[in-house]
């Protein structure tokens, strides 16, 4: 096994100012605890990779950079629309060269996948990106909301290098996987969600915010550390929300 030497971190992608759901990173999602402390705490579980919350120099950003600092979070502030230039920035300045990319609205990340996604990233020495792949696609063209992605932060400088195109520096790794030139290796996803285009655990808007606070709290009302097979059986137990989840999917098809 070729093993990379590489100082690994997380940078989750974090703004306040959500266009159909403002503030929704801070709001109580269970319990007391907002959006954001649910995924840190699963963040913190990855061995040996710093965590960084990336948001804008924008003053909306002030109460979250605020909100993160005082729990001794690690804040970054850069562009708010450059997010290529953000992730770029954050990374240097926290001797990042191996990136796990996390996006701050997926409560149900997989802390299991994620591990398995830092193991891949160190034991593959040529890849400048990895993903995981469902339905034939890259997973974070879908709604499920399970998985993060790697990248490193070469890759990243030389799309930065490449082009100005807005869709290359708003969404950060689309340029990697659409063109050639790059490394990408792919991890399979469970056999069990092959297939399934009707979950959507991402929470961009407040049907979405309903919808994953019922399944969540459903969820540790048994098993605070819950499995993504036991996230299918729950949905199985509810159709009402597979079913406002597919109305949501079909007005935001990726």
């Known amino acids: 096994m070729n093993l990379r030497r590489m100082n690994l971190g997380v940078i989750v992608q974090a703004r306040m100012s959500s ?3 403002p503030g929704k990173i ?3 999602f269970y319990r007391g605890h907002t959006l ?3 995924i840190l705490q699963k963040l913190h579980r990855i061995p040996d990779a710093v965590v960084v919350v ?3 120099t924008n003053e909306a950003d002030d109460a979250l950079a605020t909100y993160l600092e005082a729990k001794g979070e ?3 502030r ?3 629309n450059d997010v290529l230039q953000r992730f770029i920035g954050a990374a240097e300045a926290n001797g990042i060269d191996g990136i796990v990319r996390i996006c701050s609205d997926n409560p149900f990340l997989d802390v299991e996948g994620l591990c398995q996604l830092a193991q891949a990233a160190r034991s593959n020495a040529e890849a400048d990106y990895i993903g995981f792949r469902v339905n034939g696609k890259p997973s974070i063209l879908t709604h499920f909301g399970f998985w993060g992605e790697y990248v490193t932060l070469d890759a990243l400088k030389r799309v930065a290098a490449t082009t100005d195109e807005k869709p290359a520096h708003e969404h ?3 340029y990697i996987y659409t063109h050639d030139g790059f490394c990408c290796a792919w991890i399979a996803a469970p056999e069990f969600l092959e297939g399934r285009t009707d979950i ?3 929470i961009d808007t407040p049907v979405d915010f309903e919808n994953a606070q019922i399944i969540y709290e459903s969820l540790t009302a048994h098993d605070e550390d819950f499995s993504l097979q036991q996230v299918v059986e729950c949905l199985a137990q509810h159709q009402e929300i597979v079913e406002r989840m597919n109305e949501v999917i079909i007005h935001n098809t990726k």
């Open 200 to 202: 959507r655990l991402t």
């Open 172 to 174: 950060v790794t689309n």
């Open 19 to 21: 266009t159909r759901l």
């Open 74 to 76: 690690r804040v970054y």
């Open 54 to 56: 990336a948001t804008s």
């Open 78 to 80: 850069g562009s708010e």
């Open 26 to 28: 801070l709001k109580d």
């Open 36 to 38: 954001l402390d649910i």
